[in-house]
């Protein structure tokens, strides 16, 4: 199973980050979900700071593009595997600081890959 923060979380059910949050842990995945308000999502706390996290696979953004640059040195810095960028969050600039540390990147949602078994 693949360790994945979903940053962006919130636990207003009417967001994509809530369900993937959920999609996510039903599928065994280990979730670690940041965000701006404290709150709970899939029976987790929201971290509103900058956790510092061991072994993450993935890192999926549900943060607008224009957001994205202040969260750059913490993302990088967790050495994931992987930066999906569901759609609305794509970014060639962080994409390409991430090709630069050896990390993979892909423009896909999250919620589509796990329902067809490509996550």
């Not at 009417?14 to 065994?28: I, Q, T």
Request: contains cysteine.
């Amino acid at each position: 199973m693949k360790k994945t923060l979903v940053l962006g979380a919130s636990d207003n059910p009417d967001r994509y980050s809530f369900r993937a949050a959920h999609m996510l842990k039903n599928h065994g995945h280990e979730v670690v979900p940041v965000g701006l308000r404290k709150g709970q999502v899939a029976g987790l706390d929201i971290h509103t700071d900058r956790p510092q996290a061991d072994d993450i696979d993935t890192v999926t953004l549900y943060v607008g593009t224009r957001n994205q640059p202040v969260w750059y040195d913490y993302i990088l810095d967790l050495k994931p595997k992987r930066i999906l960028f569901n759609p609305g969050t794509e970014n060639p600039e962080l994409e390409r600081l991430a090709h630069e540390r050896g990390i993979q990147t892909e423009e896909a949602c999250t919620l589509v890959l796990l329902s067809i078994g490509q996550y």
